[in-house]
């Protein structure tokens, strides 16, 4: 995640296999804030690529994509709880990050403090996320309380009344 000549290919593997994702579980299992949270981890992986839009001077779309993304996220069903309060804390963090970068002077002595703050946060991010896709599919997708299209829980056991 650190190497910027091979982030731009290597984010697209993550994000692919995401956004085919739900297409896998099918309509009966996929849930209502799949699109919300396929949304967001676009987003996220936008973010990570912040450095080199930087440097190739592509502010006015990045900020544009990224503003469309997040928006979208917010217009969807909302996912759980849990997972909406963690999306929407990984963007404030992003936030934050994006302001210091754009209103700090990084310091003399540690030049790419900022640009491995940002690339940290991401590889961060797409560990947590990483960690969560498999503990869910461990549990049946059973986790963070989702309810199916075919009135099932997590892992095709009916829903509680």
Do not use: N
Request: hydrophobic share 50%; aromatic share 10%.
């Amino acid at each position: 995640l650190f190497a910027f000549q091979v982030h731009e290919k290597s984010v697209l593997f993550p994000c692919l296999a995401a956004l085919l994702l739900p297409t896998a579980l099918g309509p009966k299992r996929r849930p209502s804030w799949a699109p919300a949270a396929l949304c967001h981890f676009a987003a996220a992986c936008l973010y990570s690529m912040y450095p080199l839009i930087v440097k190739d001077k592509l502010h006015l779309p990045y900020a544009l994509f990224a503003v469309l993304l997040i928006a979208l996220f917010e217009c969807l069903p909302a996912p759980p709880p849990l997972l909406r309060l963690f999306c929407r804390m990984s963007t404030a963090v992003g936030l934050v990050l994006h302001i210091v970068h754009a209103v700090l002077q990084a310091p003399a002595r540690y030049p790419d403090a900022w640009t491995l703050l940002i690339t940290g946060s991401s590889c961060g991010y797409f560990v947590l996320c990483l960690l969560a896709l498999t503990a869910m599919q461990l549990s049946g997708w059973g986790l963070l309380g989702t309810e199916f299209a075919d009135g099932t829980a997590g892992g095709g056991r009916p829903k509680k009344e």
